[in-house]
């Protein structure tokens, strides 16, 4: 789950349409709600927005949601003005989540605490409760700081020189919270490195070629495996 930089958001008419309402609002934000017009106009603005700054992946597991995230960075201006139903009525997969759900009834539009996730793993997390640290779009938020990859399992773990109660904290937020160690997730893990190291192997790719490229997922686990990836045996 790397750092996302919500500086590059570009659904600039919502933010303008946000900004007018907390104005004649005392900073109040509109409902996030399927029933009022701020929603039916600004949701898929927003999910496209999240999908282009999040390079097609989900926020906190970093799989794949959308394969040719080059289209639709070409299809913007159109997509900026689709309705709220666009997204799935067309099969893009993912739905926007509140990072902090307990932010989601006051201040439901922060750009701050909304990221596109998986939509199983929306409904999985629910409103249980998140780790503030972990925000991707904190400022201070680096992955590094808190956990690392295991190639031996394809998990991540908490850093060991963590203080206990965050160590817990954030071993809690990856296998019960974000998904990010969920099996399925760690199944899709596995078979991506085992494909990268099957290229290195048969193929004579090395990894230099590999970190040269542009990944599409996973982002995260392999800028922190890349240089034992050619330890890794194909059987794992």
């Given at each position: 789950?790397?750092?996302?930089?919500?500086?590059?958001?570009?659904?600039?008419?919502?933010?303008?349409?946000?900004?007018?309402?907390?104005?004649?609002?005392?900073?109040?934000?509109?409902?996030?709600d399927t029933g009022y017009a701020f929603y039916k106009k600004n949701y898929a603005p927003v999910f496209f927005s999240l999908l282009i700054q999040q390079k097609g992946v989900c926020a906190y597991t970093e799989h794949l949601l959308y394969p040719n995230i080059q289209e639709v960075e070409e299809k913007i201006n159109q997509l900026l003005l689709?309705?709220?139903?666009?997204?799935?009525?067309?099969?893009y997969l993912g739905s926007i989540d509140h990072y902090n759900s307990n932010l989601k009834k006051e201040r439901g539009?922060?750009?701050?605490?909304?990221?596109?996730?998986?939509?199983?793993?929306?409904?999985?997390?629910?409103?249980?409760?998140?780790?503030?640290?972990?925000?991707?779009?904190?400022?201070?938020?680096?992955?590094?700081?808190?956990?690392?990859?295991?190639?031996?399992?394809?998990?991540f773990y908490p850093i060991r020189t963590l203080e206990h109660d965050l160590k817990e904290s954030v071993r809690t937020q990856l296998d019960d919270v974000l998904g990010i160690n969920s099996p399925a997730i760690v199944s899709l893990r596995k078979a991506y490195f085992r494909g990268i190291k099957t290229d290195i192997k048969l193929l004579g790719k090395t990894i230099e070629y590999f970190i040269a490229v542009e990944h599409n997922q996973f982002f995260t686990a392999f800028e922190m495996c890349k240089q034992d990836l050619l330890d890794m045996p194909l059987i794992n």
């Open positions: 789950m790397r750092k996302i930089d919500k500086s590059t958001f570009r659904a600039n008419e919502f933010v303008k349409d946000l900004k007018e309402f907390e104005t004649q609002n005392e900073e109040k934000h509109p409902p996030y689709e309705k709220e139903d666009y997204p799935k009525r067309k099969g539009w922060d750009i701050q605490n909304l990221f596109l996730i998986h939509s199983d793993l929306n409904r999985d997390k629910g409103i249980k409760e998140t780790l503030n640290e972990l925000n991707p779009a904190n400022r201070n938020y680096s992955p590094r700081y808190y956990f690392y990859y295991s190639l031996s399992d394809h998990k």
